[in-house]
């Protein structure tokens, strides 16, 4: 990760915003300032995660599901305008942490988040890392290839769409997704809104294994409610036979809040 070697001593990361980053933003458009920004504050975050412990004890919770076999490529989905939001930018440090400890490569990570703008865009690729063409809407089957998603702090419906693309005992143990704890999900909604709108979720919550990223005072914003979920083989194979027969699209026309960007609505993203 060229892009983000070096870096400024953690202690400067945790300053407050001011005229420099605005002047920053004010460069934000066409030019080359705006990407520099952008990856000397990566740096910033990332020294940040390191000194602050956060990082360290995070990485065995994210090691822990994928034993001797490492990940062959990642997904991230709603990183959010990380050139503007410190959360969103933390996240992304935490992904780049992330690839280097488990020796992924930086391009066969791909991003999708309809409110990218171009000059994030292009500092993404900067570091390496691809972008998806399209948005998906969290449609993405494995094809068979052990693969981490990272969507922390998504929409419901993306980790329903992303189950049902993957809904078989084979596909589903060979995923491995860092976002929001579906323990919180089964506990925060009514059953039947659940089956109804996330039968996804509701019917493999038998079938994953999660552990929650530690919590820091720091960063507490950040990763909140957020944990590290796979599915064993074995357990998949325990569920009824029935839970693997419907297979059927999620279409959430009765769905009143559902969290995410459709396809054809990206632009509202950018606005």
């Not at 980053?21 to 458009?29: K, L, V």
């Not at 930018?89 to 992904?95: G, I």
Request: include cysteine; charged fraction near 30%.
């Amino acid at each position: 990760m060229a892009a983000l070697a070096g870096g400024r001593r953690a202690g400067r990361a945790r300053r407050r915003r001011g005229k420099k980053e605005e002047d920053d933003e004010e460069q934000e458009g066409e030019g080359g300032p705006g990407i520099e920004a952008v990856l000397r504050r990566l740096r910033e975050a990332r020294d940040d995660l390191l000194s602050s412990g956060f990082w360290a004890a995070s990485a065995g919770a994210v090691r822990a599901p994928l034993g001797s076999e490492p990940p062959a490529r990642c997904v991230c989905y709603g990183l959010g305008r990380f050139g503007r939001c410190p959360i969103a930018r933390y996240q992304l440090a935490f992904l780049l942490l992330l690839l280097d400890e488990l020796r992924v490569p930086p391009a066969r990570c791909a991003l999708f988040d309809p409110a990218f703008s171009a000059w994030e865009a292009a500092a993404l690729r900067a570091l390496g890392l691809c972008l998806l063409p399209e948005n998906e809407e969290g449609k993405h089957g494995i094809e068979g290839v052990t693969t981490l998603f990272y969507m922390v702090h998504c929409g419901k419906a993306l980790y329903n769409n992303l189950l049902w693309s993957n809904w078989s005992p084979a596909a589903l143990s060979k995923l491995v997704i860092i976002g929001n704890s579906f323990r919180g999900i089964e506990e925060r909604l009514l059953s039947r809104i659940l089956e109804r709108d996330y039968s996804y979720i509701a019917k493999v919550l038998k079938g994953v294994e999660e552990v929650a990223l530690p919590s820091h005072p720091r960063y507490l914003d950040t990763f909140n409610d957020t944990s590290v979920h796979w599915f064993p083989l074995d357990k998949l194979q325990e569920l009824s036979p029935e839970v693997w027969d419907f297979v059927e699209e999620p279409m959430y026309q009765d769905c009143e809040d559902l969290e995410i960007i459709r396809k054809g609505e990206e632009a509202t993203a950018k606005s």
